[in-house]
Nanobody
Framework: QVQLVESGGGLVQAGGSLTLSCTASGRTFTISDMGWFRQAPGKEREFVAA????????YYADSVKGRFTISRDNAKSMVYLQMNSLKPEETALYYC??????????????????WGQGTQVTVSS
């Protein structure tokens, strides 16, 4: 099993920046892809970004391209999400996710086996 713990959320003004971190523990050697999703109240969980195990391939939702950057440090079993130019509508609970084998699709919640508890990001206008 793999456990994921997110950190780095908080309150930020519109246009500001935050960096989220996710630390994996347990059978971390089994982790393949990692991703970030977010869920606002009353809305479905949506894909934000993902990264392959090698770190050589990254994927982003169209809404965050050019503003968010995902990265990972396999030696530390961590994945990061640098978020710039944040908007009030991006207020949500941000979740870290990981899977245990390569999946062709990385922007679907069903592609992931493990989830963290989430970290709250609030963007004030």
């Amino acid at each position: 099993q793999v456990q994921l713990v997110e950190s780095g959320g908080g309150l930020v003004q519109a246009g500001g920046s935050l960096t989220l971190s996710c630390t994996a523990s347990g059978r971390t050697f089994t982790i393949s892809d990692m991703g970030w999703f977010r869920q606002a109240p009353g809305k479905e969980r949506e894909f934000v970004a993902a990264i392959r195990r090698s770190g050589g391939s990254t994927y982003y939702a169209d809404s965050v391209k050019g503003r968010f950057t995902i990265s990972r440090d396999n030696a530390k079993s961590m994945v990061y999400l640098q978020m710039n130019s944040l908007k009030p509508e991006e207020t949500a609970l941000y979740y870290c996710a990981a899977n245990s084998r390569w999946r062709g699709v990385v922007d679907n919640i069903h592609s992931y086996d493990y989830w963290g508890q989430g970290t709250q990001v609030t963007v004030s206008s």
